[in-house]
Each structure stands twice: as C-alpha cells, then as structure tokens.
C-alpha cells in the first residue's frame, strides 16, 4: 500500500515562493512514476509535473521555468519548488503516484486516471 503526505502549502503574494512536500511510502519514489496535481475550486484536476524512476521530467507549460519537481530517494520525498508564483497558481495540490511503472509517459503524465494513490492535498493561496 502506497501512502502519501503533502506538506508547505500556504498563503504568498505575488512573486513568492514555495516548496511543498510529499512524504511517502518506503521505495515508492524510487519504484514509480510520480506526479503534482492541482485542483482549483470549480475546476478539473490539471497535472502539473511529474518525474519518473531514473529522474526525467515533464511539465505543464504554464509552470515550465518556473516550478521544479525533484526527489530524494533516502528520504522517500517528492518536491515541487514553486517560484514566481501568480495568482493563477492558487489551488489544492496534491501528490500521486502512479503504483504500476517506473516511466512517466509523455502523452499520459499529466492524466489523473494514470494515478492510483493520492495524497489528501496541501492548499496553495497567491494573492495579487
């Protein structure tokens, strides 16, 4: 069973920065595909990034420059480092991983259906 723990969400102006955490189940950062997702009131679940077993990456292109996902497989943590964040950015974010493969595939990373364990979200407020 994977579990998963988000942490660092919390309120930023404009500009601000932000790192959250996802604290997981022992091997699962470096057995499977894990993703960030954020969810804004109203709206779809939308993949922000992800990255895979040997470290690649993918990004949605309104973050890429300015969010990094990383991981530290000692500590069993998944990272996205959020900087210059706008408003725009403000929504619940949650971890994933995917549980099955070690690769993120390019056309699916960004599916929430590729996901079978979730966190229970960490709020992200950008105030103008």
């Known amino acids: 069973q994977v579990e998963l723990v988000e942490s660092g969400g919390g309120s930023v102006t404009a500009g601000g920065s932000l790192r959250l955490s996802c604290a997981a189940s022992l091997y699962t950062t470096s057995r499977y595909c894990l993703g960030w997702f954020r969810q804004a009131p109203g709206k779809q679940p939308e993949g922000v990034a992800a990255i895979d077993s040997d470290n690649t990456t993918n990004y949605q292109s309104s973050v890429k420059g300015r969010f990094t996902i990383s991981k530290d497989n000692a500590k069993n943590t998944l990272y996205l480092q959020m900087n210059s964040l706008k408003p725009e950015d403000s929504a619940m974010y949650y971890c994933?991983?995917?549980?099955?493969?070690?690769?993120?595939?390019?056309?699916?990373?960004?599916?929430?259906?590729?996901?079978?364990?979730w966190g229970q979200g960490t709020q992200v407020t950008v105030s103008s």
């Open positions: 994933a991983a995917d549980g099955v493969t070690s690769d993120c595939y390019s056309g699916s990373w960004a599916s929430a259906y590729e996901y079978n364990y």
